[in-house]
């Protein structure tokens, strides 16, 4: 049976060395193995982690993000390829702590691509603000955000993560976001998908203030295939519980 995601998206949380510390950590856990671990450390951590992982290990990493350029004159970007290269998977695009950095559609929709013809599977996140939750613009906002996003994309393999803004934590804190309402949004995503990228591997996943007392709540074969997780991924003994959580 195909296994389900546990993201790690430690943002700025953990420091240099407290990344290879939880890599050295999980790197033991056999509940890992049960579920697709991937672990997104700070683009500077990311090579440290790496090495400590190796290539064979069950743990994969994936960055953050990525600049939009491969190559040349870009004082100070992140490159695929160079994360392509130092063992990563995966990456996050369109995180919602980037958009509200400015990062706009159309360059979403060039690094999505630049991922993907990188040999990295983009991990794309959608999801409304509080004031467009309230008012009832959920699913048009996810829906621009897609249409947008893909417009281009002629990848086959796609990850996709809905995190309603309003449920990312900071720093563990926040309101979560109710599953059923959650779930809701799920449906009408898939099936948006279904008619407008049949061609399109696509995996859906959830994100927003999931740790282990509620993991299991969000994650199910019908809705979301795992789940992307900020603040309690930083925590071994969380990762090991989440991973139990949803094997
Ligand atoms: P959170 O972050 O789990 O701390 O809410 C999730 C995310 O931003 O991806």
Redesign the pocket.
Known sequence: MKKKYL?A?W?LYLDVRQSQSMARSLRKFRSLRSVTTVLCPSALALPEVAEILGRQSFVQIGMQSIGVQEEGAATGELSARDAKELGCRYV?VG???RRAKGETDAVIAKKINLADHSGLIPIL?VGESAQQHKAGRTFAVIESQLSHALKTFHGKKLII?Y?PVW??????K?K?CPPETAFATAGILQKYLRSHFRSLRVTLLY?????SNNIADYVDSAHFFG???????TKAAEMRKMAKEIS
């Open positions: 993201i998206n943002k996050i995180h919602s702590e996140c993560t995190e449920a990312i934590s900071k720093a563990g926040g979560s994100g927003g203030s999931v740790s789940a992307l997780v900020g603040f309690a991924s």
